[in-house]
């Protein structure tokens, strides 16, 4: 059986976000963050972090300087015997924004596409719809929304909100959420990815399958009722032929002529019913 997790996202709500974290003294976790911590783990969730980090593509700081971030991070929790499964980030940015070439593109990772999520249960064995995506931004829900997984708005004054995206739950805090997670622990709301939905395209297909069955059986029914009627006829042929020759055979010129003729019209009927059968 696979594992679930708590996705988190980091800045606003893990730790406190005072724009582009660039060193280490800059880690704050927020209140409540550790006991919300525990309690996921409590509840045997993996804990993994999914971070947009766009300052990088910005050319705010490096990638180095972001592994000295998060190894701090990882110090921070450590100390509250809180171990996290893993952090993945994503430092591409779209646009001109985005000074640095090498990081400048359209990624699949950055939220709200759930890139990162899905990478992660690839990884690391989970099953997404058993797990959580908890965050701050509208994003945080989309990506977390894409990927199947339950999701959480952490509401804070900068969220901004979008009436088309909605939140399986709304909360003002991450220990507020931990307790959503407990609550919630043993059901799934979400469609498991093992197990999607039909798409349209699906299910026309399977509608043309169904169809072409029936007309298949239908032409099968048809066909052997078709049959049996042909053979009828190719037998009163036969008999009435048969009659007609005994008569001949008898001397009986005048009573084999209508006989004969019998022969000739069920011959023609056979003849029509089998040519019938095979047009259709
Ligand atoms: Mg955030």
Not at 191 to 220: F, G, K, N, V, Y
């Amino acid at each position: 059986m696979l594992d679930s997790a708590v996705f988190l996202d980091r800045d606003n709500t893990l730790i406190e976000d005072p724009g582009f974290i660039d060193h280490p003294d800059q880690v704050k976790l927020l209140p409540g963050a550790v006991e919300a911590l525990h309690r996921f783990c409590g509840c045997g969730y993996r804990i993994i972090i999914v971070s947009n980090q766009s300052g990088i593509a910005r050319g705010h700081f490096d990638e180095q300087q972001l592994s000295r971030v998060h190894q701090r991070l990882g110090e921070l929790l450590k100390a509250e015997e809180i171990t996290i499964d893993a952090i993945y980030y994503c430092p591409y940015l779209d646009g001109e924004e985005a000074v640095v070439e090498k990081y400048r593109k359209d990624s699949e990772l950055r939220k709200p596409a759930p890139g990162m999520l899905l990478r992660a249960a690839r990884e690391r064995g989970i099953d997404l719809s058993r797990s959580w995506m908890i965050g701050d931004r509208i994003s945080d829900i989309q990506a977390g929304t894409a990927a199947c997984c339950r999701t959480i708005l952490v509401r804070s004054n900068r969220t901004q909100y979008n009436n088309h995206v909605q939140p399986d739950h709304q909360v003002q805090s991450i220990l507020e959420a931990a307790r959503v997670v407990e609550q919630h622990r043993n059901s799934t709301d979400k469609p498991s990815l093992d197990s999607p939905e039909p798409t349209t395209h699906e299910l026309l297909a399977e509608i043309r399958d169904t169809l072409q069955r029936q007309q298949r059986q239908e032409l099968q029914d048809d066909f052997s009722l078709v049959r049996l009627l042909g053979s009828l006829m190719q037998m009163l042929a036969i008999v009435a032929g048969l009659w007609g020759i005994v008569a001949i055979f008898g001397g009986r010129d005048v009573a084999a002529i209508p006989r004969i003729g019998l022969a000739i019209f069920f011959q023609l009927l056979a003849v029509t019913i089998h040519f019938t059968a095979r047009k259709r």
